[in-house]
């Protein structure tokens, strides 16, 4: 990432910046709004806009675009309409006369706004009706810097200067749980700065079990992420984000979900992967406090500071291209020995024979592989050391190679679990369309399948006809040749499995959860299938994709996996192989 453009033209302070898809607007302490084309960032004629009597704490796009949201110190919440040749005022909402207007923000479907005040109170607006629904204390005792709605907008999450998060129900403004102590006041008293949510972590906005990803900034040097759930309507913590050295002023998600970027007091960004939860870079660049940064839906990053500056970051996709390419070097080797293919009993369908899985390697095995195939020998005694078999390579963690293993080169971190993701893509079902197929037809041996994998085939066949419940068949894992009673394993209410832990494609529970270019999570043997087949679009949108990286999603599987000891008892009943 290379610093590409440095606007210097506000006067004070600047506060906070936004993108749309046209338009990048900042607003500063010298009581303006300033708009750029995001085609060349030159301002627009009309710009700066001069209707402000006081400074201009925060600015906000629409989902859409179409609207451009101001919060003054004069309590006023502006609506903007925007153009190349000029900005028309929608909507002035007054909040308060006798404070300050912190933030605002749009429900997703943009027929909201939320703003909150100085003073510690919220506001619900109609923008249609261009009028205040409700207004409630909210945080009595502390400022309101953080104010937005969940994806499903059902519900507005808002933080105050004292570190409290809170719940609010959209229809009746009431508190659906008990307050969440999440940031400590720091130096500076301001508690939490900011609440944002991941745009692609959840698979639907309507189920009842639906989940979502949220990400807090906080005056304790914190970046902290929680899911949100809908079954609770409340937060469960999830992760500590631990790199900046002063207070986090804000933070915000890339569009595609794959990246957060945080500015701090101490003049950083930093850049995380919300899905290891760890630090992916920091930049310096400005000479003091940075205020606010802002993903574009392209290729950009901004960030505002006190320094009066406005930097426009250009992305490097250099790393991405480097991460294919490790791909196909950790996986030539494996290509090149691959068995001839096998032809299924019908004569239609040729699949290539599994190799033994990495996950009955030795520790000795890993070993090798770490010296032959990821080229960092320096670590092989470590592993060994620590009793690293292919079972635990399998589970390995960004975190437990820095921490537990003590690698302290992030670039080597991510080698190695670029390496694992690719042993992963090399399992056993590789590219086998489950949908398409009878369990008759599948040569278990041959595909070296355990009772687990029969299972998952049961599911897909269940999935694709709901009818299906009992098969029986005949193969190795059966050494006394009896029928095998495999049972739909899906449960008695489909609707009891959050939403989000389905694969989009096969409507299965996820195992290996990955992440397209596409936002969406699938998993992964789903996904390497529907690449097989030829696809070069989006199995959901049916968009072109950019390319055909795949990320872990380690949070979103950790979920999947506690999910599924809790409900351990239920699965014994739903799968039984020997009995009657």
């Keep these: 990432m290379l610093s590409y453009q440095v606007i210097q033209n506000h006067t004070k302070e600047v506060n906070c910046c936004t993108f749309s898809e046209d338009y990048f607007a900042t607003c500063s302490g010298d009581k303006t709004v300033r708009v750029y084309s995001t085609s060349n960032f030159q301002e627009l004629p009309y710009s700066p806009i001069n209707v402000f009597k006081y400074g201009v704490n925060f ?84 400022n309101v810097y953080a104010a937005t709605f969940t994806p499903c ?71 902290k992420l929680w899911i949100f759930s809908n079954e609770t309507k409340s937060l469960r913590f999830l992760q500590e984000l631990k790199g900046h050295d002063g207070p986090v002023s804000f933070c915000c998600f890339s569009s595609n979900g794959n990246h957060l970027a945080s500015s701090s007091f101490d003049s950083s960004i930093i850049i995380w992967n919300p899905i290891l939860c760890e630090q992916e870079m920091k930049l310096d660049g400005h000479g003091t406090i940075v205020t606010s940064v802002a993903y574009s839906k392209t290729n950009y990053l901004a960030s505002t500071s006190y320094d009066k500056k406005v930097i426009i970051w250009k992305l490097n996709n250099g790393t991405e291209e480097q991460v ?14 691959a068995p001839p293919p096998i032809t299924m009993p019908d004569g239609t369908e040729e699949l290539t024979q599994a190799q033994p899985s990495y ?48 690698i302290a080169s992030l670039g080597h971190r991510n080698k190695i679990m670029r390496a694992i993701k690719s042993l992963q893509s090399q399992a056993p079902l590789k590219g086998l369309d489950l949908r398409n197929l009878n369990l008759k037809d599948i040569n278990l041996k041959a595909l070296n399948l355990d ?32 029928p095998v009673k495999v049972t739909d394993v899906r449960p008695a209410n489909e609707g009891e499995v959050p939403d989000q832990y389905l694969c989009p494609i096969s409507r299965d529970i996820m195992s290996n959860p990955v992440i397209a270019a596409d936002g969406f999570t699938y998993e992964r043997r789903m996904i390497e299938a529907w690449f097989l087949k030829g696809n070069v679009t989006s199995p ?27 409900r351990q008892s239920k699965v014994q009943e739903w799968v039984s192989f020997g009995g009657s």
């Excluded at 009706?129 to 945080?139: A, D, F, N, T, V």
């Excluded at 390419?325 to 290509?335: F, G, T």
């Design 153 to 223: 907008d059902c519900y507005i999450v808002s933080g105050s200067g004292l570190g409290d998060i809170r719940v609010w129900n959209v229809k009746t403004m009431q508190a659906t749980c008990s307050p969440i102590q999440a940031h400590a006041a720091g130096v500076s008293s301001c508690g939490v700065s900011c609440i944002t949510f991941s745009p692609t972590f959840h698979s639907s906005l309507t189920s009842e079990t639906r989940c979502f990803l949220m990400a807090s900034s906080g005056h304790d040097n914190k970046v």
């Design 59 to 142: 600015v906000v796009f629409n989902t859409t675009g179409s609207l451009l949201a101001t919060a003054c110190s004069d309590g006023k919440a502006h609506l903007f309409c925007l153009s190349d040749s000029d900005a028309q005022i929608v909507a002035v909402f007054r909040h308060t006369d006798v404070s300050t207007a912190q933030v605002c923000s749009f429900s997703n479907k943009s027929n909201y706004l939320v703003t909150g005040s100085a003073d510690g109170s919220i506001a619900l607006w109609n923008i249609e009706k261009k009028k205040q629904l409700r207004e409630i204390s909210g945080h009595s005792e502390g």
């Design 451 to 482: 009772p687990h994998a029969v299972a998952g085939v049961v599911q897909s066949l269940a999935a694709k006809n709901s009818s299906v419940a009992t098969t029986t068949t005949q193969d190795s894992l059966n050494p006394s040749n009896t």
């Design 359 to 406: 996950q009955d390697w030795s520790c000795e095995q890993v070993a090798s592989w770490l010296n032959d195939e990821v080229k960092l020998s320096q670590y092989a005694d470590i592993f060994k050391e620590n009793d690293i078999d292919g079972r635990e390579l399998d589970g390995l963690a960004a975190e437990i190679l820095q921490k537990d293993l003590g």
């Design 540 to 566: 959901l949108s049916n968009k072109q994709l950019t390319n055909k990286k795949l990320t872990p999603n380690q949070t979103l599987r950790s979920l999947i996996e506690e999910f599924r000891e809790k």
């Design 324 to 337: 294919v390419d490790d791909a196909v070097l950790y996986s030539s080797k494996a290509a090149s020995e």
